[in-house]
């Protein structure tokens, strides 16, 4: 075999090989959803959809007529992720600008990577401190016998969507022009003005995408809250009332359901629901960050 | 009063790191007249305009010695106030760097931050006088809610220059303030300079030894951090006292 033709057999063995992997990698995201969508039709044979999404309890062990209503737990998602973020939002922003514009170069240096590397901690990690340290806190403050509850849940995914928030907000504030600092600086503005209202503004699209991932992480995030809010059913009347949340509803009932009933559609058709709002989170955060970089341009 | 420099550089000192950019400058900017720093590239000129209004302050690294007096009182130190020491001494950027807002809040901006603004009629009277003051009022009387980035580069400098004078500083720095645009806005922002000195003190930082010539009353001469000469302009193009000048002006280097 002269050398050339090796050659040629050698790219094309490459070329295979990578479009196999390609291949691989779609088959896998579409099977994956074929199987959510194609899992999830048959419970609204038995169940309808409406009531499915509008009812609130879910108790599908029934004796007499099981019940498939997941508003609870849709409201203890939105209710755990909202809280979340409502923490979470004003201290990514900050710490984002105090890396960005305060910082001595050098703590921004250490400290950006640390936090990076605070979202690599296991959520099952993040559930335990929330077992540990702040149920015991939250019980003693509020006065009640535990405190797993969505406060809990929302502490921790605050914690959790941290990184998140911080590393691409700061991302954001450094890229936007040097220019519009000095502009600010010598009208004289305070460094704090600056900030408040020049470089966020500037920012504010890469900042809100920051926050649509943190909370795409948040809402989609399960062990850890199911580890720390106390898994009751009811609908949700306030922060330290004990929620479960559409993941930790999977997460519990899936390893027990006989296959192939109506629950276990049910539980499918979840994740559906699931999946449609994580997809909708990541559709406008991507939105948001495809106009921060036209800007950038 | 009339004999008092506006700006005063006593022994100026600075350097970036370890590296001395300005050496024992002495310079004094008359009230009312206009200043021109020129110099090859690195010489200086830039660094020592920024002095002025403590803009380095934001660089890391650096530092200053010797004194800047302005109105005979010293600027430097931890105890001045930068922020409303420069609400006195504005700047006008190499580059026009409008805020990506509306002409009207790019003017509006500085007197919001500064608790100038007042009632909205008055907010728009100053805004309106800064961008006739600025000769730019004909141009975007129409338009003032539209961004910023929507004018050409010359008139982006003139709304830079508007905004600056909104905020009623003393003196106007210029760094380098046509070099990012065309012949023509050029000449208009030399047209404003010319009439901004019969109010206000001006320091230019120029690349153009022409524009030096044309606008200025007074012109220093930078080369690798020193001041070579300093005079009146007239003298500085005509008969300069030093052979380096003659030869930077003349064109035989730099």
């Not at chain 2, 001045?80 to 009207?104: A, C, H, T, W, Y």
């Amino acid at each position: 075999m002269t050398k050339r033709t090796l050659r040629n057999l050698q790219e094309r063995a490459l070329r295979a090989f990578f479009l196999f992997n390609g291949i691989i990698a779609i088959v896998a995201l579409v099977g994956i959803f074929v199987l959510l969508l194609t899992s999830s039709f048959p419970a609204f044979r038995e169940v309808d959809l409406f009531k499915f999404l509008s009812e609130k309890i879910w108790d599908p062990t029934a004796p007499d007529i099981p019940l498939y209503g997941i508003l609870s737990q849709i409201v203890s998602s939105l209710m755990v992720t909202a809280v979340a973020l409502v923490i979470a939002v004003p201290i990514g922003i900050g710490v984002a600008a105090y890396l960005s514009d305060v910082a001595h170069w050098r703590v921004r240096e250490i400290v950006k990577p640390v936090i990076e590397v605070l979202a690599a901690i296991p959520s099952v990690v993040i559930g335990f401190l929330g077992i540990v340290l702040v149920g015991p806190f939250l019980a003693k403050i509020s006065g009640r016998t535990h405190g797993l509850n969505a406060l809990n849940g929302a502490v921790l995914l605050a914690v959790m969507s941290l990184p998140t928030i911080i590393s691409i907000s700061e991302d954001a504030l450094s890229a936007v022009p040097s220019a519009y600092g000095e502009a600010s600086l010598a009208l004289g503005a305070s460094k704090w003005q600056t900030i408040v209202r020049v470089k966020l503004p500037a920012a504010l699209s890469g900042i809100i995408a920051a926050i649509m991932l943190g909370m795409g992480r948040a809402i989609g995030e399960t062990m850890t809250v199911l580890m720390a809010t106390g898994n009751a059913r009811s609908f949700p009347t306030g922060l330290f009332d004990s929620v479960r949340t559409l993941t930790s509803n999977i997460a519990i009932e899936l390893g027990e359901v006989p296959y192939f009933t109506t629950h276990y559609y049910a539980l499918f058709a979840i994740g559906l629901v699931l999946f449609l709002m994580t997809f909708l989170i990541n559709l406008l955060a991507d939105i948001f960050l495809r106009k921060y970089q036209e800007h950038e341009l | 009063m009339s004999d008092q420099p506006k700006i005063e550089a006593k022994n100026l000192d600075f350097y970036y790191g370890a590296k001395q950019a300005l050496k024992s400058l002495n310079i004094a900017c008359h009230p009312r007249k206009v200043t021109a720093i020129i110099g090859p590239s690195g010489c200086g000129k830039s660094t020592f305009i920024r002095t002025l209004n403590r803009m380095n302050d934001v660089v890391a690294g650096t530092r200053v010695a010797g004194d800047i007096l302005v109105d005979g009182s010293s600027i430097l130190g931890p105890k001045i106030d930068v922020v409303e020491l420069r609400k006195r001494i504005g700047m006008v950027f190499q580059k026009p760097n409008p805020f990506p807002k509306s002409i009207f809040d790019n003017i509006a901006y500085g007197l919001r931050i500064n608790g100038m603004a007042g009632s909205r009629e008055h907010l728009e009277e100053v805004v309106e006088k800064s961008l006739v003051e600025a000769a730019l009022w004909d141009e975007v009387k129409d338009r003032l809610k539209d961004n910023a980035f929507a004018l050409s580069g010359g008139q982006q400098q003139r709304l830079c220059i508007a905004r600056a004078l909104a905020v009623e500083p003393e003196v106007i720095l210029f760094d380098e303030p046509c070099s990012a645009i065309d012949p023509i806005a050029t000449a208009k922002i030399e047209d404003l300079i010319e009439r901004l000195k019969s109010t206000y003190t001006v320091v230019i930082v120029t690349h153009n030894m022409q524009q030096a010539a044309r606008v200025s009353d007074y012109t220093a001469f930078l080369m690798l951090g020193e001041l070579i000469e300093f005079d009146e302009t007239k003298k500085i193009f005509t008969a300069p006292s030093q052979k380096m000048t003659e030869d930077y002006i003349t064109g035989r280097f730099g």
